[in-house]
């Protein structure tokens, strides 16, 4: 293979560079061309990160709109809502803990960690490994990588371990009689306990891989390589578990990550030090090149917070990993 650009039907960078969104044209030609455009910091200054800025509130949260009490509490609701916004302030523009804004949004969300180490309430008093990493991850990514208490998040992860060595949603495996959906399963007052004989999710194991991959130091663990094989080893199948269980969601990418989809893996697959001459790492590289719009753009196959410029990210990290592996 040569340069990842000669690999894909249609040449994007034109595209990224006349996006008209700053931050957007700031990392093509960072990640892309090797030119540095200025400090990333003064990305944090521009309209759309400012605008959500303005809507934290003083306990560092962000307030979720609506939602349903039979399901969770407001203050998880909340969580759940810092969560998101940290996704698109940290992924899309790299905010770090140099802004007070992440470290307010840090101390929210390490609020909800439990003795054990896990971070809990988005499903009530039920173990999450998914949410768990998800917010792990755009902790490692801000500077929190050193934290004590993200220490503690990484030994319950490893420990919430399926015997295959893959995650699962404990809930899913073990659910009690009496609770025959989620929504019952989310009022039980205490942690249902994980049937850890039960196989692996790659839905739920391809999230906690990514707060691995962003890790240094646990990128490099035996735990994670082995739970990479068989993540791999699951593109473009059927989850054994109900939560987006079809073999199509592998193919519903967007960035920023949101679920387990083949861009998301790709991502940290590479991390975790997958080459391209894994077969498996293939199919995934092949299904990204043919599935490039004849615009030049990927589309994002599901939608997050009106964003106009979702298909461009979701274009600009797709050239990020194809570039990755094949240059």
Known sequence: MEDWRTQVAVDTLALLLDSGNEAIENF???DLLDEE????ESLWELPQPVKMLRRQRDDGSWKYPGGKRDIRSQRDYDQLQTYKVLMDLVAKFEFNREHPAIQRAAEFLFGFQTEQGDLRGIYREQYSPNYTAGITELLVKAGYEDDRRIEKVFSWL????????GWAVPMRTGVPKGTSTIKEAFWVEEPIQPDRSGPFS????GIVLRAFAAHQDYRHAPEALAAGNLLKSRFFKADPYPDRKAAYFWEKIRYPFWWTD???ALDSLWWLGFSREDEDIQKGLHWLIANQEESGLWKARYLSGGDKDIHLWTTLHVCRVLRRYLD
Not at 37 to 40: A, E, F, S
Not at 158 to 165: E, K
């Open 262 to 264: 083949v861009l998301s």
């Open 37 to 40: 455009k200025g400090p990333v």
């Open 158 to 165: 490893l420990d919430m371990r399926q015997d295959d060595g």
């Open 28 to 30: 093509t030609y960072r």
């Open 202 to 205: 790659h839905w739920c194991t």
